[in-house]
């Protein structure tokens, strides 16, 4: 069950890297709305947290919302922890913090590859 939604997952995210992509070609259109960082960065964890040797890690500092595209956000989370997942490999730790920073939201994402 888990690994199915985990394909469907990436499935989705393979589409829209698709269409964005396709949309580089044009101008790109934002369209910003209030987003919650941290449900985000949820939402990410468990789309790309597949492999059973690799420990997420999150430090998740209650944020007010955003105003950003939350299609644009997901996607720019979503690269940074696959990054940090390919750089683990097989066994490794990623640690996903949020939290404020000269009065901005601010995203850290490490790794122990």
Known sequence: QDTLRSIGATT???????????????????????VDLNRVVEQAIENV????????????????????????????VTNLLLNARDAVGERGRIEVRTGTQNGYAALSVSDDG
């Open 12 to 34: 989705e995210r393979i589409n829209q890297i698709i269409e964005r992509l396709g949309a580089l070609g044009s101008k790109l259109e934002l369209r910003p709305s209030p």
């Open 49 to 76: 947290n597949g492999m059973p040797g690799v420990e997420f890690a999150k430090e998740l500092e209650p944020l007010p919302k955003l105003m950003a595209d939350s299609e644009q956000l997901r996607s720019v």
